[in-house]
């Protein structure tokens, strides 16, 4: 069979299932209002969850960089691509997460392939969370280790399988600190707590809870009042730039430095983005009231859709699933969403599991109280013209 009639046959496949995707043009900057395909629509599935993407302050510390160091950084970290601005903004993360040192990689997808691939080795075991991202995944896949998934947030699982896993030389836990999908948040001091007895080592990708969860926004570590061996993390969500990070010990990053594929190979992110995240990590600590605000939104959100009975997963983070059922009613859910103004796209199998087809709604700071009680309104609408709530 011809290359294009084969691969022609399998997108087939994926559409009769219902799961066909493609891509959408968003036209302006990252706002809660944007024009998407031409047509103005109200964002709620933004990662931008403290409104730092489109931030003057951010933008000004890239443009100013950008001028004194170009637009690339012209080779990986190890050859001509290591500035200044990189070892400014690893020192930020690292007092920011509270560790002795960090390293910047090119995207979170890529620390936590970095640090999975090269950390955990032969005769090791990874402990992987049931709902990890599929970065998680794909850098367990790359390890020489074997992997166990244990059951979400299941801490009975989790010990059981410590207990089974004795035989292994060395036993990693790995979790997300907020799951993507399901706006969930890890136990992380029940995690660490098993860890330090069955003495295994954690590792926490805390992308969607750094800015967000704690008092101080520094992730799960601070919201339980514990630190793992090792924090991964991303610069795209809310400090709304580009790139990713690890942080740990110095002994840690110096193995990152001279293991981490994904680090050694791979060219740097420029200064300018360097320089941009710098100032968005400081407005993270110094502009608490966004974050009290993105709760408060959060909050109005979560309680005017339970009360209208829809099943609403998650704790208290910025990803809030919906429970729609099929895959098609899902999709016809997101089309008059659209239809009505408001962008937020369905999400299916693979990327979560067969009959929870869901809206996964994220709510930003940037959100007004007439955006989200205009969310409710046409939440409440379409779910009681698709018969989903009574």
């Known amino acids: 069979m011809p290359f294009d009639g084969w691969l022609r046959g399998r997108l087939n496949e994926v559409k009769a299932a219902g799961l066909y995707r493609k891509l959408r043009t968003m036209e302006t900057a990252p706002q809660p209002e944007m024009i998407v395909d031409g047509q103005k629509q109200i964002v709620f599935s933004s990662n931008n969850y403290l409104g730092l993407a ?18 690339g950084s012209s080779g990986s970290r190890l050859t001509t691509g290591n500035s200044g601005w990189h070892q400014k903004l690893e020192k930020r993360i690292a007092d920011f997460k509270q560790t002795e040192a960090a390293l910047l990689f090119s995207s979170g997808y890529l620390a936590n392939i970095g640090v999975l691939s090269s950390l955990p080795g032969k005769g090791d075991v990874i402990l992987s969370d049931q709902y990890n991202h599929a970065s998680i995944i794909d850098g367990c896949r790359l390890s020489r280790a074997e992997t166990l998934i ?45 860890a330090n007895r069955y003495e295994a080592h954690v590792i926490v990708d805390d992308a969607h809870a750094t800015g967000v969860v704690g008092k101080n926004g520094r992730g799960t570590s601070e919201c339980f009042g514990v630190l793992p061996d090792v924090v991964i993390g991303t610069l795209s969500k809310a400090a709304g730039t580009e790139g990713g990070f690890a942080a740990g010990s110095h002994a840690f990053i110096d193995f990152l430095i001279n293991h981490a594929r994904t680090f050694i190979f791979q060219t740097a992110i420029p200064p300018s983005s360097c320089a941009a995240a710098y100032v968005a990590f400081g407005l993270m600590e110094q502009e608490r009231e966004k974050r009290q605000l993105l709760h408060s939104n959060i909050k109005k959100v979560k309680a005017g859709l339970r009360e209208m009975g829809y099943q ?43 009959g929870e087809s869901r809206i996964r709604l994220t709510v930003t700071a940037d959100h007004h109280a007439k955006e989200i009680e205009y969310l409710l309104e046409v939440f409440d609408f379409i779910g009681r013209e698709l018969r989903i709530i009574k």
């Open 150 to 194: 244990y059951q979400h947030v299941d801490m009975e699982d989790l010990e059981k399988k410590l207990t089974d896993t004795a035989c292994f030389q060395r036993r990693f836990i790995v979790t997300d600190g907020v799951f993507s999908m399901d706006g969930t948040i890890a136990p992380l001091d029940r995690i660490i707590e098993l």
């Open 312 to 354: 609403v997963k998650g704790d208290d983070t910025a990803i809030i699933p919906v429970i729609i059922g099929k895959e098609g009613t899902a999709v016809a859910f997101s089309k008059k969403l659209q239809e009505k103004g408001i962008y937020a796209p369905a999400i299916r199998p693979p990327t979560v599991p067969a």
């Open 54 to 71: 489109n931030d003057k302050r951010v933008i000004q510390a890239a443009m100013k960089t950008l001028n004194q160091f170009g637009v």
